[in-house]
């Protein structure tokens, strides 16, 4: 039961509404409820990998909301109308089978992994969570405390608490802005009624996928639905749009007496709703995506500025961040800074054919390996269906990779100058360059 950091969406993806083939190896069901159930079997395998994926996540919380939809996730767990926490425990591991879930930005996921003759108790086991937890105050009273320990874990964790400033500073005052954990405020606050009421509202069967990998007959998993899942209302009582996102970028620095500080630099990125994401993807790749990277070879390598430096790029449904993290010591984060913003920079005019061709590579191996695992091909089965409405064929990931071209990575390199840019950084800030300073380092040319 984990709260997943925004790369957890960065996939590789086809546009919205795109259109295109249904990957032919997978088979994909649509009861009348707007269910879709959908599913690969892997001759090899013995067991199956199997979640229910929701399309809600952090962002859809209303404001009074921040983090209940990752309590109502812990919550799952605690017991339903026919067994408590421990009988569910107990069930899933007398078979040796594991549950878990999270919570990210725009989706949630709660999944199993048992044996494939298994698969029955799987699916009851995950509709019983969903369709009738009991959420009682006294399972919601301790969960709490639980909740509030993760959030104390956070703030005691540097290198995980800059990603949360990050955000909060490139889309301030936004729900994709706040913390996924949520604040002790806020969590204290919730009741069994708000639960409920976020419940009612995004877990719909129009907005769920039912999804398996591995050891699975997919008639038996439509059957299974039909049977565990049918209470699913096809769509909420009450209807809520989901918030718009906006880069704006801004600052958060958090003062501590590590030893490190811990930066994120951060632009305006891409949404995966249009092929723009794709340039970005490998422009962020040929950054600081490996050990031949611009950011690896010339800040560690040439002067070992940090031990490890990268770059990324999260695509959301409607915007993007795009960013460089590191962990410098005090007296070298004002080079660091410079060395990252000048690679930045020089390689959005001079990346070449054979860097681009190099993460092109790296990309391709990295899809092609999560799809040879049932719990890889599991993810992204879930998440394209939910997204885009169809498992799409490796084939055509691929082709779009091979479609990007050196101009198009340039320019989404040149797309990140002279925008605000965002600085997130914990630690000893006496060395860290003010953001106007950062906002005329990131300018072209300069």
């Known amino acids: 039961m984990t709260a997943t950091g925004p790369h957890e969406t960065a996939e590789i993806a086809a546009p919205a509404g795109a259109g295109g083939r249904h990957d032919p190896e997978v088979d994909l069901t649509t009861l009348p409820s707007g269910l879709r159930v959908v599913s690969q079997r892997m001759p090899h395998a013995a067991t199956v990998s199997l979640g229910i994926w929701i399309g809600a996540g952090a962002r859809d919380e209303l404001p009074h909301e921040h983090g209940l939809a990752h309590l109502l996730e812990h919550m799952a767990f605690k017991g339903t109308a026919r067994r408590n926490a421990l009988d569910i425990a ?15 930005v725009e989706y949630t996921c709660y999944t199993a992994r048992v044996l494939g003759s298994d698969l029955p108790l799987a699916v009851d086991i995950l509709s019983d969570i969903l369709t009738a ?60 009624e708000a639960v409920r009421a976020y419940l009612a509202r995004n877990y719909h069967a129009g907005n769920m996928v039912l999804a398996a990998s591995g050891a699975v007959d997919h008639a038996e998993l439509v059957a299974l639905a039909q ?26 620095r958090i003062k ?46 040439k002067r070992g500025l940090a031990y490890a430096v990268d770059a990324f790029h999260w695509p959301f449904s409607d915007c ?25 920079r020089d390689a959005a005019e001079t990346v070449t054919e054979a860097e681009v061709a190099r993460a ?7 899809l092609l390996a999560s799809l040879e695992s049932p719990g890889g091909k599991l993810e992204q089965m879930a998440r394209q269906v ?43 800030l006496h060395g860290l360059p003010p953001a106007t300073a950062l906002r005329h380092g990131a300018r072209a040319g300069a």
């Open 133 to 192: 937890p009991a959420l009682t105050p006294e399972e919601l009273k301790r969960e709490k405390g639980v909740i509030l320990q993760e959030i104390s874990a956070v703030q005691d964790t540097p290198d995980d608490l800059v990603y949360d400033r990050f955000l909060e500073a490139a889309f301030p005052e936004q729900p994709l802005g706040r913390p996924i954990l949520g604040t002790a405020k806020t969590v204290q606050s919730f009741t069994p």
């Open 227 to 252: 049977t565990h899942l049918s209470a699913l209302p096809a769509s909420p009582a009450v209807a809520h749009e989901r918030q718009g996102g906006a880069y704006r970028g801004g600052e958060a």
């Open 90 to 104: 107990e069930e899933i591991e007398s078979v040796g089978g594991d549950l878990n879930a999270a919570t990210s």
């Open 256 to 301: 501590s007496d590590e030893e490190q500080v811990h930066l994120v630099l951060g632009f305006p990125g891409k949404p995966f709703s249009s092929g723009a994401h794709y340039p970005l993807q490998i422009f962020a790749s040929v950054l600081g995506g490996g050990l031949s990277s611009r950011l690896f070879q010339e800040v560690r390598e």
């Open 360 to 366: 092109r590579a790296q990309m391709k191996v990295g």
């Open 386 to 428: 939910l997204i885009f409405g169809r498992a799409i064929p490796r084939e055509e990931l691929a082709a779009r990779l091979d479609a990007v071209t050196l101009e198009a990575v340039r320019d989404a390199g040149r797309s990140l100058l002279g925008h605000q840019p965002t600085i997130a950084a914990v630690g000893p």
């Open 320 to 344: 993007g961040v795009f960013g460089i993290s590191a962990g410098t010591a005090p007296d070298d984060v004002a080079e660091l800074v410079e060395v990252a913003l000048g690679c930045l």
